[in-house]
Nanobody, 125 residues
Framework: QVQLVESGGGLVQAGGSLRLSCAAS????????MGWFRQAPGKEREFVAR????????DYADSVKGRFTISRDNAKNTVYLQMNGLKPEDTAVYYC??????????????????WGQGTQVTVSS
């Protein structure tokens, strides 16, 4: 069974930085895309960033492009989300996710079968 555990959330002032981590277990981590999504109160879950199995390909939502960086360390079975220049509108619960099908590289939440419990990020103005 795949398990994903996020950490690193917290309260930060606008303009600040946080780094989220997601530790994976239960299968060969290095074979799969990983994604980060977020959900703000009263809103649908939305795509933030994705990274392919090797780390050689990444994509971002327009709202975070240039401020967030996704990376992975396959030796540690961990994916990261470095968030700089945080804005109050970045406030949300952040989730890491993994697909069950190898080769999946999608920004759609429906294509990801495994999810972490989420970590709260709050940005004050």
């Amino acid at each position: 069974q795949v398990q994903l555990v996020e950490s690193g959330g917290g309260l930060v002032q606008a303009g600040g930085s946080l780094r989220l981590s997601c530790a994976a277990s239960g299968r060969t981590f290095s074979s799969y895309t990983m994604g980060w999504f977020r959900q703000a109160p009263g809103k649908e879950r939305e795509f933030v960033a994705r990274i392919n199995w090797s780390g050689g390909r990444t994509d971002y939502a327009d709202s975070v492009k240039g401020r967030f960086t996704i990376s992975r360390d396959n030796a540690k079975n961990t994916v990261y989300l470095q968030m700089n220049g945080l804005k109050p509108e970045d406030t949300a619960v952040y989730y890491c996710a993994a697909p069950s099908v190898g080769g999946t590289y999608s920004s759609l939440a429906s294509r990801y079968e495994y999810w972490g419990q989420g970590t709260q990020v709050t940005v004050s103005s």
